[in-house]
């Protein structure tokens, strides 16, 4: 046997046993008289001990050593001398009688330990090392955990998991798909799903009432930290439900997730926020709650006192930053810089002071009283102290830069607290938006989402006034979740489909088999999907979700460890009918 305990477990309790370990070497300190290795494995670490009358061949073993070494060692578990409070292990350590060298190692390129000295670049290429780090250890078992308390949850509730395929055909809505070539049917391809949406609506029509699946999801889009190529869903549907039933049983599943996993209980309901709210009071649908600096709509107040950005403007609004009245003239600067960034977009910057003396001073004195610039703070909620930022332009755009600015604030101050959570849900989201350069409307979450029924009306006169029956989950300034009613009525799925410029003709081409499949008898149904690797970073403190993914991809999508894509051989592409053309310049 090569081991009969983990480099994790030994205590005070285990002293005098003889056991076997192993594992990697993490470290060795040879003091002379005495060798000390460090010997770890993914349960922890504990200090093996070569001492002056160990055996020669022990001695000889541990004086060639190097880090990251495979070893096997048994020894007798003695009490340390010189404990270590900072280690589960350091009451103990186990005194060597053999080691046997399994595995010689080249030297890492990087230090495998708590803290890192390689970048990014060269992590990712010695992935398999990176992962050898407790750091990265730690959230491969929160995601485990994560993942069994899923299934066991909705294990309870009913669901059954049912796998759906990987080799589907391409869609027209969304990101766009990665394709498929097939040899055995030339010049067609397969698609990967960017969600298995539409064969869980299947599964809704041939029964299965509650199906849920962690699946694998792929999108060909431009990545960031919050976004891979290739993700992991939560991938959820009932039948014979409405919001409130879905909202309902998810919300008892957050609950239990932070309960189990963190030991953080939340007793009150989740806060419920429609769409319309939340972009006007924090400029952004998935709005981070954890603090305040709501917006407040200064249009009324701002216009009409012959300061031109405002007067010309559709929307103005700003927020109180608490306590950062004693900002500096280049902290202010700053901010205007990062408001101006091509990311923000924005052309400048106003600010209002309430200073500790009771003076109100601004960057707009020029052409408003002190008692108009004192009421425009006040709208904004403003005490003594506190600082207002204000934007103005075209009312989302304003709101979207105003958020940037809200967000870059909070962290500058500290107030973005990853151990905090702010769970809501965002609902009455608008049914379509609007694209002004193809002129046409496409669906804001996807053509089988159903409209409010009080809005059917406004399909055919007003559809930017219809609100859709969907919901996202969200969390700290993150959408960890999102879904909708489906539709489930032909009839108004065709009304849909013509309001995003789909002809009948065209919309049985994409979707003919769905359309076909809701004849047989459709039951009402709705359902969402979690992303799996945005909760476990939620979870574990992080803001990228490349930490939570064994093998991520990089910004530009690739895998920098398997020099993935790569180019195909010619026999191969033979076999698949295709020909490769440069791209352009």
Known sequence: MYRTHTCGCLRAEHVHQQVTLAGWVQKVRNLGAMTFIDLRDRYGITQIVVEEHSPAEVRETAARLGREWVIRVTGTVIERESKNAKMPTGDIEVTASAITVLNEAQTPPFTIEENSDGGDDLRMKYRYLDLRRPPLQRNMMLRHKMAQEIRRFLSDEGFLEIETPYLVGSTPEGARDFVVPSRMNPNQFYALPQSPQTLKQLLMVAGYDRYFQIVRCFRDEDLRADRQPEFTQIDCEMSFVEQEDIIGVFERWAKHMFRTVLGIEFGEPFRRMPWIEAMEKYGSDKPDLRFGMEFADLTDLAKGHGFSIFDDAEYITGFAATGCATYTRKQIDA???YVKRPQVGAKGLIWIRLDADGTVKSSVDKFFAPAEVRALAERCGAQTGDMVFVLCGPKFKTLTQLCALRLEVAQQLGLRDPQKFAPLWVVDFPMFEWDDETQRWY???????????????????DPGRVRANAYDFVCNGTEIGGGSIRIHDAKLQAQIFDCLGFTPERAQEQFGFLMNAFKFGAPPHGGL????????????GSESIRDYIAFPKNNAGRDVMLDAPSCIDRAQLDELYLELRKPEA
Do not use: N
Not at 443 to 456: G, I, L, N, R, Y
């Open 529 to 540: 999907a979690f992303g799996f690797d945005r909760l476990c970073s939620l979870f574990g």
């Open 335 to 337: 901010l205007t810089e």
């Open 443 to 461: 669906a804001m979450h996807h053509p089988f989402t159903s409209p409010k029924p009080e809005d059917v009306p406004y399909l055919t006169s």
